[in-house]
């Protein structure tokens, strides 16, 4: 695989596709650059989307440093960080992500499905309709009703309608469905410029299958078919860690996981102390993965309104120089089966079996000696049921998928199963987790039909809806 400069590729990309709106009333035949392509190839747009979605639509700071902060996985101990742990988020926080998901990511993917129908390539075709799908779910996850089917015009409509949530919804749906008949076309050619799965489309195939199963199990609250039609999905999702769909860094500048680099130039985060101290408790094998060490064994959280350098930082399975950033895993597809079978009332061996599947996953993921740990977890897994059992699978889900903006999800649908407890200091805007981002300030500012959102930290998206009295 080759070695990529994400800012530059995106940078490129970016001003390369914006070339078109100039000629209409410049004379394009001046100074022209004959290194400059007057046209940019499929196989240059999808590795720029891939990095622009594993630096910031997928594995971004603005989106899973916040989302890890409010999970607390992670404590804000100064600046920017630390209001966040207070629960202030502000329109200008998150702008780079809203302006980089529409422009760097949904606009060429939009293009390239674009040159794909042109050039009649189911592959390509369905490869951007699956990053699509995953970068309007994670967009529409967090801010909830966003511009799209007016949107992508350029300077044809710079105002935008937002669309509802629940016709977002309807798209990524329709997207994957899409993806899955053009990935399963006979004799489908592997595509070029795929730094991810190399190109292969039963590979992307399975993604498909597997995202299609996580956005339709996001619906649960609303549809009670959600977690039989989730279910009959995963046995075509991905079926190992080996085909687990990620974008890969390098331990080189400027291409290193952006957690790698955030805590290099800023570094205003900790582990926090429920994270550590649930690890710790379960004497679970990954936090030597996860956390880094305080001295030579000791690993320490701060707590609320703790500051405390003496305390472990993310560690290497999040937080290394070339870390992955994962988009969609074989381990969250086992614990969709799991919840699936425990919701649809399969018989307790199999759904106890099935989260023994995903932790184990979990484990050979991060390569944990684990040999001594998984006979006496199992044999605590074996007397469970009912209602632990189902907080066991969202415990070990919440575990496993660290510092992933998915948990996030999983947190508002199941109404906190988990029981995670809110900041409870003065110093907090509300003493009540966030379930929403504000709009981004560049939106409010420019598009007049940006909809206003009173209170909105705490507002539910669509497929949040409020459980009957609270």
Same mark, same amino acid.
């Given at each position: 695989?080759?070695?990529?400069?994400?800012?530059?590729?995106?940078?490129?990309? #970016?001003?390369?596709?914006?070339?078109?709106?100039?000629?209409?009333?410049?004379?394009?035949?001046?100074?022209? @650059?004959?290194? #400059?392509?007057?046209?940019?190839?499929?196989?240059?747009?999808?590795?720029?989307?891939?990095?622009?979605?594993?630096?910031?639509?997928?594995?971004?700071?603005?989106?899973?440093?916040?989302?890890?902060?409010?999970?607390?996985?992670?404590?804000?101990?100064?600046?920017?960080?630390?209001?966040?742990? @207070?629960?202030?988020?502000?329109?200008?926080?998150?702008?780079?992500?809203?302006?980089?998901?529409?422009?760097?990511? =949904? =606009?060429? #993917?939009?293009?390239?499905?674009?040159?794909?129908?042109?050039?009649?390539?189911?592959?390509?075709?369905?490869?951007?309709?699956?990053?699509?799908?995953?970068?309007?779910?994670?967009?529409?996850?967090?801010?909830?009703?966003?511009?799209?089917?007016?949107?992508?015009?350029?300077?044809?409509?710079?105002?935008?309608?937002?669309?509802?949530?629940?016709?977002?919804?309807?798209?990524?749906?329709?997207?994957?469905?899409?993806?899955?008949?053009?990935?399963?076309?006979?004799?489908?050619?592997?595509?070029?410029?795929?730094?991810?799965?190399?190109?292969?489309?039963?590979?992307?195939?399975?993604?498909?299958?597997?995202?299609?199963?996580?956005?339709?199990?996001?619906?649960?609250?609303?549809?009670?078919?959600?977690?039989?039609?989730?279910?009959?999905?995963?046995?075509?999702?991905?079926?190992?860690?080996?085909?687990?769909?990620?974008?890969?860094?390098?331990?080189?500048?400027?291409?290193?996981?952006?957690?790698?680099?955030?805590?290099?130039?800023?570094?205003?985060?900790?582990?926090?102390?429920?994270?550590?101290?649930?690890?710790?408790?379960?004497?679970?094998?990954?936090?030597?993965?996860?956390?880094?060490?305080?001295?030579?064994?000791?690993?320490?959280?701060?707590?609320?309104? &703790?500051?405390?350098?003496?305390?472990?930082?993310?560690?290497?399975? +999040?937080?290394?120089?070339?870390?992955?950033?994962?988009?969609?895993?074989?381990?969250?597809?086992?614990?969709?089966?799991?919840?699936?079978?425990?919701?649809?009332?399969?018989?307790?061996?199999?759904?106890?079996?099935?989260?023994?599947?995903?932790?184990?996953?979990?484990?050979?993921?991060?390569?944990?000696?684990?040999?001594?740990?998984?006979?006496?977890?199992?044999?605590?897994?074996?007397?469970?049921?009912?209602?632990?059992?189902?907080?066991?699978?969202?415990?070990?889900?919440?575990?496993?998928?660290?510092?992933?903006?998915?948990?996030?999800?999983?947190?508002?649908?199941?109404?906190?199963?988990?029981? #995670?407890?809110?900041?409870?200091?003065?110093?907090?805007?509300?003493? +009540?987790?966030?379930?929403?981002?504000?709009?981004?300030?560049? &939106?409010?500012?420019?598009?007049? *039909?940006?909809?206003?959102?009173? *209170?909105?930290?705490?507002?539910?998206?669509?497929?949040?809806?409020?459980?009957?009295?609270?």
């Amino acid at each position: 695989m080759k070695k990529i400069n994400i800012k530059l590729i995106g940078l490129v990309l #970016l001003m390369v596709l914006a070339l078109g709106s100039c000629k209409n009333w410049i004379d394009t035949n001046l100074n022209k @650059n004959p290194e #400059l392509p007057a046209d940019v190839p499929m196989s240059s747009i999808l590795t720029g989307v891939q990095a622009n979605m594993g630096y910031n639509t997928i594995g971004g700071n603005d989106l899973c440093r916040v989302t890890s902060i409010w999970m607390q996985y992670f404590q804000g101990v100064a600046r920017q960080s630390q209001a966040t742990t @207070n629960y202030y988020l502000l329109e200008s926080d998150i702008n780079n992500l809203w302006v980089t998901n529409y422009t760097n990511t =949904m =606009m060429n #993917l939009q293009t390239l499905i674009s040159k794909a129908n042109t050039a009649g390539d189911p592959t390509y075709r369905g490869v951007a309709e699956v990053l699509l799908a995953n970068s309007l779910g994670v967009t529409t996850d967090v801010w909830g009703d966003l511009p799209y089917s007016e949107a992508f015009q350029g300077m044809g409509n710079l105002n935008p309608h937002f669309d509802a949530q629940k016709d977002i919804y309807v798209v990524i749906l329709n997207l994957l469905d899409d993806a899955i008949v053009q990935l399963s076309t006979p004799g489908a050619p592997a595509v070029g410029g795929d730094v991810m799965y190399g190109g292969d489309p039963s590979l992307w195939l399975q993604a498909a299958y597997s995202l299609k199963a996580r956005y339709i199990l996001h619906k649960s609250k609303l549809d009670p078919n959600a977690w039989t039609d989730a279910l009959a999905l995963v046995s075509n999702g991905i079926n190992s860690n080996a085909n687990d769909l990620q974008f890969s860094f390098f331990d080189a500048a400027g291409q290193q996981n952006p957690l790698y680099q955030f805590m290099q130039q800023r570094g205003d985060i900790s582990m926090a102390k429920v994270f550590i101290d649930t690890l710790k408790k379960r004497f679970d094998p990954r936090l030597p993965m996860f956390a880094t060490a305080v001295g030579d064994t000791a690993y320490l959280g701060n707590g609320w309104g &703790e500051v405390s350098a003496e305390v472990s930082m993310p560690g290497s399975a +999040v937080a290394g120089a070339a870390s992955p950033v994962p988009f969609i895993t074989y381990v969250e597809t086992l614990f969709i089966k799991a919840e699936c079978l425990y919701k649809t009332n399969a018989p307790v061996e199999q759904v106890r079996a099935a989260l023994i599947d995903a932790v184990t996953a979990s484990l050979e993921k991060w390569n944990t000696n684990y040999t001594a740990w998984l006979p006496m977890y199992t044999q605590y897994i074996n007397v469970s049921s009912g209602a632990p059992l189902f907080k066991e699978i969202m415990t070990q889900k919440w575990i496993s998928m660290y510092n992933q903006a998915e948990v996030f999800v999983d947190w508002r649908r199941t109404d906190n199963v988990i029981g #995670l407890q809110a900041n409870p200091l003065t110093s907090a805007q509300e003493n +009540v987790i966030p379930r929403h981002y504000p709009q981004a300030q560049s &939106e409010v500012n420019y598009n007049p *039909n940006t909809p206003p959102l009173p *209170n909105s930290l705490w507002s539910r998206v669509w497929w949040d809806a409020a459980a009957p009295g609270k």
